[in-house]
């Protein structure tokens, strides 16, 4: 019996789920999507103890509704072996994830702020990743010269980071100016076959938030 596709459950933009997706399409993984569209639909996953912290992100994969994202994306990464080799090489990939999800976390934010908000924190966001992020991945780079951040094989670093690289390109276009080893690395991950199509039109990648995003999140999550 062939195995039943992922199904996420979370509003049609990228939020927190996108990494998720993400992840799954470099695993090669198909999956369905539920989108939520209104509270009710929210309050029927809430009633029928569906989400253990009546919370979205969540995933029904093998049999289990996972939430929390970085459960649902060590799930992921474990299953397919984006996860390292060992103890050592999980703990390495696991706090360059953490860093660069506390990046993307300011990019998921930002569409959220008041206009006036929004071009500073552009700023910031730049800010930040040219003097705490970046330097730490392009130092990496440099100095064991693999094509991947760890165990010279795809994980889901590797994964997390191209999406907070692009996500980061399309507000400031020259970003990766001053890193050479990064921008060498944005083109090579982008070319592993399986991100290569999910990068391409008509897949499940969703297109930076506008409008519409903002306010079915508001419509969905605010009381």
């Known amino acids: 019996m062939a195995e039943k596709k992922p199904k996420l459950h979370y509003p049609n933009g990228r939020g927190r789920m996108e990494t998720v997706r993400w992840v799954l399409a470099a695993a090669g993984v198909e999956f369905e999507e539920e989108f939520l569209e209104t509270k009710e639909q929210l309050q029927k996953l809430q009633d029928g103890n569906h989400l253990l912290f009546q919370q979205v ?36 990939i696991d706090m360059y994830v953490e860093g660069t999800l506390d990046l993307l976390e300011l990019i998921i934010m930002h569409p ?63 970003i990766l100016a001053s890193f050479p080893h990064l921008q060498e690395y944005s083109v090579k991950v982008s070319n592993v076959p399986t991100i290569r199509k999910f990068l391409e039109p008509g897949s499940k990648k969703k297109p930076p938030p506008d409008e519409i995003y903002v306010r079915t999140v508001y419509n969905v999550f605010m009381p």
Do not use: C, W
């Open 57 to 92: 992100p969540m995933v029904e994969i093998d049999g289990m509704k996972l939430v929390q994202t970085r459960s649902i994306l060590h799930y992921i990464a474990d299953k397919h072996n984006l996860f390292g080799r060992d103890l050592k090489e999980r703990t390495l």
């Open 112 to 174: 959220f702020l008041k206009p006036d908000d929004q071009q500073k924190e552009v700023v910031s966001m730049a800010q930040k990743a040219i003097l705490r992020y970046f330097p730490v991945f392009e130092k990496v780079l440099r100095e064991h010269g693999q094509r991947f951040l760890v165990g010279n094989q795809l994980s889901l670093a590797d994964v997390v980071l191209l999406q907070t690289i692009l996500a980061l390109e399309e507000k400031i276009p020259n």
